[in-house]
């Protein structure tokens, strides 16, 4: 296997600061949003790696996918895997709940 290809098994390497995350956390955004800001900062804080998409620099289908996916028309909309978190409001209170949160970042 090529040195950077995650390996699904184990999952990411740990390194100083960061957390294994079996998976991954997509964080869908708009350049300039401040509540995908401030999301973005509490995973960064959390040392919880995620891989964001801005949709305003694809084309419509993609916003228009996210609202179908997700029944909002707001961003930002966080995923875990395939598991839909909500956005920075429901983020929030997932953090607020440690033992909810451990379980969901599994
Ligand atoms: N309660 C939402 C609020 C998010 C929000 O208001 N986002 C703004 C951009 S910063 C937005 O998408 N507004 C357009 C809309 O609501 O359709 C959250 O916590 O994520």
């Known amino acids: 296997m090529s040195?950077?290809?995650?390996?699904?098994e184990s999952g990411p390497p740990a390194?100083?600061?960061?957390?294994?995350?079996?998976g991954r956390?997509?964080?869908?955004?708009?350049v300039g949003c401040q509540h995908c800001l401030k999301a973005k900062a509490t995973l960064k804080?959390?040392?919880l790696d995620y891989t964001e998409v801005s949709v305003d620099r694809y084309p419509?289908?993609?916003?228009n996918?996210?609202?179908?996916?997700?029944?909002?028309?707001?961003?930002?909309?966080?995923?875990f895997n395939e598991k839909h978190v909500g956005g920075n409001q429901e983020l929030q209170k997932l953090v607020a709940d440690a033992e909810q949160f451990e379980k969901e970042i599994k």
């Open 3 to 8: 040195d950077n290809v995650v390996d699904v």
């Open 15 to 22: 390194s100083a600061g960061r957390r294994p995350l079996l």
């Open 25 to 30: 956390i997509v964080v869908y955004s708009v």
């Open 45 to 47: 804080e959390r040392g």
């Open 60 to 63: 419509p289908e993609v916003r």
């Open 65 to 79: 996918w996210l609202i179908e996916r997700t029944g909002k028309t707001s961003v930002p909309q966080i995923f």
